[in-house]
Nanobody
């Protein structure tokens, strides 16, 4: 059974930091591109960041570039999202996603075949 489990969400003040983790099981993690998406209330799910399966390349949405960092540890089957300088507009449910057998996943949600249950991030002003 393929499973992605996110953790690390919570409530933080504006300007603060959080680190999200996503542990994968049941898939060949090292051959899967990984990504983070987010969905705020009343809005569509949007791309945040993606990392290639070898961790060599990363791509970010303009709204988080310079503040967020995606990384992965293939030995631990885990992908991370370090979020700094958070602001209230970052409040959303954050989802981890996997695109199996692809080097790079891209920014389109429908290209990803496995999703986690999400973790809530709330940034207070």
């Amino acid at each position: 059974q393929v499973q992605l489990v996110e953790s690390g969400g919570g409530l933080v003040q504006a300007g603060g930091s959080l680190r999200l983790s996503c542990a994968a099981s049941g898939l060949t993690f090292s051959t899967s591109a990984m990504a983070w998406f987010r969905q705020a209330p009343g809005k569509e799910r949007e791309f945040v960041a993606t990392v290639t399966r070898d961790a060599y390349r990363t791509y970010y949405a303009d709204s988080v570039k310079g503040r967020f960092t995606i990384s992965r540890d293939n030995a631990k089957n885990t992908v991370y999202l370090q979020m700094n300088s958070l602001n209230p507009e970052d409040t959303a449910v954050y989802y981890c996603a996997a695109r199996a057998r692809y080097y790079s996943g891209g920014s389109r949600a429908h290209d990803y075949d496995t999703w986690g249950q999400g973790t809530q991030v709330t940034v207070s002003s």
